[in-house]
């Protein structure tokens, strides 16, 4: 009886950091790639048209980033968050960035800035 329990007690554990892990890792890549085209957009768009503007690195915008986003904190969504399709949520999430990305370099491009 007490083999069943740490087993399932084991097993229990690993199934949840295994989630954590993935958890972290999503948070990680989510940080870093929104704060990549937050890097690309500020010297697309900011410096240019702003030449007295300070250049930031990318560990500079990193921070920043971070900080506001903790300081902005979670927005609920309207609706429920038990119907969303978690598929569909994760596939938002790894393409959110590089879409923005793409959206911003092609109004660079058309907008011609040096």
Same mark, same amino acid.
């Given at each position: 009886?007490?083999?069943?329990? =740490?087993?399932?007690? @084991?097993?229990?554990?690993? /199934? !949840?950091?295994? #989630?954590?892990? *993935?958890? %972290?890792?999503?948070? $990680? ?15 697309? =768009?900011?410096?240019? @048209?702003?030449?007295?503007? /300070? !250049?930031?690195? #990318?560990?500079? *915008?990193? %921070?920043?980033?971070? $900080? ?24 938002? /999430? ?21």
């Amino acid at each position: 009886m007490l083999k069943k329990i =740490f087993s399932y007690l @084991v097993a229990t554990l690993s /199934v !949840a950091t295994v #989630f954590g892990g *993935i958890v %972290f890792i999503l948070l $990680f890549y989510g940080i870093l790639s929104y704060a990549f085209v937050t890097f690309k957009f500020y010297y697309w =768009f900011v410096v240019p @048209v702003f030449p007295g503007v /300070v !250049a930031l690195s #990318f560990y500079q *915008i990193l %921070f920043l980033r971070v $900080f506001l986003v903790s300081i902005r904190g979670q927005q609920k969504s309207p609706k429920g968050d038990k119907n969303e399709d978690k598929t569909q949520l994760f596939l938002e /999430v790894l393409a959110t960035p590089w879409l923005l990305l793409l959206t911003g370099y092609v109004v660079k491009s058309l907008i011609s800035l040096p």
